[in-house]
T-cell receptor, first 113, second 116 residues
Framework: KAGVTQTPRYLIKTRGQQVTLSCSPISGHRSVSWYQQTPGQGLQFLFEYFSETQRNKGNFPGRFSGRQFSNSRSEMNVSTLELGDSALYLC????????????FGPGTRLLVL | GENVEQHPSTLSVQEGDSAVIKCTYSDSASNYFPWYKQELGKRPQLIIDIRSNVGEKKDQRIAVTLNKTAKHFSLHITETQPEDSAVYFCAASSGVVTGGGNKLTFGTGTQLKVEL
């Protein structure tokens, strides 16, 4: 089976812009979780989508949002970008919802200038 | 919410020696504990995981132990090799019963260096 894929792999944006990142889970997996990884804060949970519904949300401002489509692909959006949003954004897929084994994608590295 | 502490932050061992990384968690409802290895510039890769109904799990040179009473779990790597050099993250999840779903709370990571 193909692994988790993310596009784009790299992005450069300026403050105030918005960005959309995409994640395609492993075939058959219905849950997608998003994480932000930074040197200072480590790996932090953003949100989880299962069956097109957000099931859980981390402690991030409302500028961070996401959605999931009927084919389980997921997107996350960050509006009004700030310098501190520069990070590696990782998505992880799992078969279902509930303390399941998660497999990570390669990530999207976002640089905000 | 859940808090996961991980020690040490850096660990240097000689090839062939054992390495031990320890994590403690705060939420007694946590019931799933995975360990991920992340090489520089790559994605985190699951190396082993354990659920709360098991005290120990082993996979070749890697083992994980869980002490639910003390709320800590450890990763043991035996006969370390240079390719084991990476950052290792522990994590905890409580599942749907407590509303955690697939949310993983991660430790801060351990940079393991295996020297020749």
């Amino acid at each position: 089976k193909a692994g988790v894929t993310q596009t784009p792999r790299y992005l450069i944006k300026t403050r105030g812009q918005q960005v959309t990142l995409s994640c395609s889970p492993i075939s058959g997996h219905r849950s997608v979780s998003w994480y932000q990884q930074t040197p200072g804060q480590g790996l932090q949970f953003l949100f989880e989508y299962f069956s097109e519904t957000q099931r859980n949300k981390g402690n991030f401002p409302g500028r961070f949002s996401g959605r999931q489509f009927s084919n389980s692909r997921s997107e996350m959006n960050v509006s009004t970008l700030e310098l501190g949003d520069s990070a590696l954004y990782l998505c992880a897929s799992s078969f279902t919802h509930g303390a399941e084994t998660q497999y990570f994608g390669p990530g999207t590295r976002l640089l905000v200038l | 919410g859940e808090n996961v502490e991980q020690h040490p932050s850096t660990l240097s061992v000689q090839e062939g020696d054992s390495a031990v990384i320890k994590c403690t968690y705060s939420d007694s409802a946590s019931n799933y504990f995975p360990w991920y290895k992340q090489e520089l510039g790559k994605r985190p890769q699951l190396i082993i995981d354990i659920r709360s109904n098991v005290g120990e799990k082993k996979d070749q040179r890697i083992a994980v132990t869980l002490n639910k009473t003390a709320k800590h779990f450890s990763l043991h790597i035996t006969e370390t090799q240079p390719e084991d050099s990476a950052v290792y993250f522990c994590a905890a999840s409580s599942g749907v019963v407590t509303g955690g779903g697939n949310k993983l709370t991660f430790g801060t990571g351990t940079q393991l260096k295996v020297e020749l």
